[in-house]
């Protein structure tokens, strides 16, 4: 009894995402045929030192079979091929695929922002669609999003999409925070109130607005301070009375990172600050530290009581509490990167995973409002850091 009753919070979370966390549903198969129905789509890519991946999303784009559509790549300052490689790309079925060289960034902004700002104002469509270099689209993915758009009545879409995972780095860190996204949205598609706003999420990947939400809510202006800067617009729109569509975007492919160096920077820069975003203000002093005590003792403790045990010979309640949890771990851990696609195998080294994923989570908490992103330091406001939207423009 005693055993079980110490594996009771092992067992509430298998219950808490077995219960609760649900997919969004997916996409309408049907869209507008004509050039005549379908609104003009401008894509828009923030791109900054994106050599490695910005062919295969110019690619991916130029061969969507929407029947209206322009690709805009804003260029923020690469210090790459970046520029140059977009230049000798086709624009395929788009209408045209145009560079813009991003102008210096301006005081108090944040580079994707920025970027997403000046794309938005050389756009032609009626809808505006922000995307990451990062990303490959399927061919349909455009035509089916409008259609899910417009045939709710939405204001913005976004898509949750599938992430790749090249790495054995990747294999072993994305599930962890993806983990973590989802015990935080678990029903990330359900609608929320203007009052639920700090529930509301979205997917900076894929954002699809119409051009007078986008213009009303102040466009990337609204969030030109903020490092999660989709979150802040998920927030502002709910906030606003706007109906937010979070859909399953399974057409839409994106690897975030590629290498252990590039998975440390890119999370440690917004994954504490997101915590804060995302929660009530009375919380805000305690959830940091509680997400840290919480991670430890959840993943980090029965394998380190296991090999305690193991190593001192000791039997008893200890050992038996380690095998039971750890044991849990290994199985909780290979499903969750067998549902990524990156095999359940993984699981088995879900301990490594979980420290490195908690210093990760210290670095972002330790830096506080300091960001260091793409080869530019960033010094976030005292509102941004708070997570509160009361101030926001």
Not at 170 to 176: G, K
Request: charged share 20%; with cysteine; aromatic share 10%.
């Amino acid at each position: 009894m005693d055993l079980l009753l110490l594996c009771l919070p092992w067992t509430a979370v298998a219950l808490f995402l077995v219960l609760f966390v649900r997919i969004p549903r997916g996409l309408p198969r049907s869209a507008p045929d004509g050039t005549d129905q379908a609104p003009l789509v401008s894509v828009i890519v923030p791109a900054r030192n994106e050599e490695e991946n910005i062919r295969s999303l110019l690619t991916s784009l130029s061969a969507m079979d929407y029947p209206c559509f322009e690709i805009l790549v804003v260029d923020d300052e690469s210090e790459d091929r970046t520029g140059e490689l977009v230049e000798s790309s086709r624009a395929g079925n788009a209408t045209s695929l145009r560079l813009i060289r991003g102008a210096p960034l301006p005081k108090g902004w944040f580079g994707k922002p920025w970027a997403c700002f000046q794309g938005a104002r050389v756009a032609k469509g009626e809808l505006l669609l922000f995307t990451d270099a990062d990303t490959v689209h399927g061919a349909d993915l455009l035509r089916r999003a409008v259609a899910g758009l417009l045939g709710e009545d939405a204001d913005a879409l976004t898509l949750i999409g599938r992430q790749l995972m090249g790495s054995f780095w990747e294999r072993i860190l994305q599930p962890q925070f993806f983990v973590l996204l989802a015990s935080r949205f678990p029903r990330a598609g359900t609608p929320r109130k203007p009052h639920q706003w700090r529930h509301a999420i979205a997917n900076g990947q894929y954002l699809l607005f119409r051009r007078e939400t986008y213009e009303a809510m102040g466009g990337h202006a609204a969030v030109r301070g903020e490092v999660v800067e989709d979150m802040r617009i998920a927030q502002l729109l709910v906030r606003d009375g706007r109906h937010l569509l979070v859909r399953d975007g399974r057409g839409l492919r994106t690897r975030m990172y590629r290498s252990l160096g590039g998975l440390v920077e890119g999370w440690s820069k917004n994954l504490a600050t997101g915590a804060l975003q995302a929660t009530p203000g009375w919380l805000v002093p305690f959830i940091l530290p509680f997400s840290a005590l919480g991670g430890t003792l959840l993943w980090i403790l029965p394998p380190a009581v296991l090999a305690w045990a193991l190593v001192s010979g000791t039997g008893g309640t200890p050992l038996h509490f380690g095998l039971l949890c750890t044991g849990f771990g290994v199985l909780f851990w290979g499903l969750a990167s067998a549902l990524m696609g990156g095999g359940p195998i993984y699981g088995l080294l879900y301990p490594l995973g979980s420290i490195l994923a908690g210093y990760i989570f210290l670095l972002s908490w330790t830096r506080g409002g300091r960001i260091r992103w793409r080869g530019r330091r960033y010094l976030m406001s005292r509102e941004a850091r708070r997570g509160s939207t009361e101030e926001r423009p």
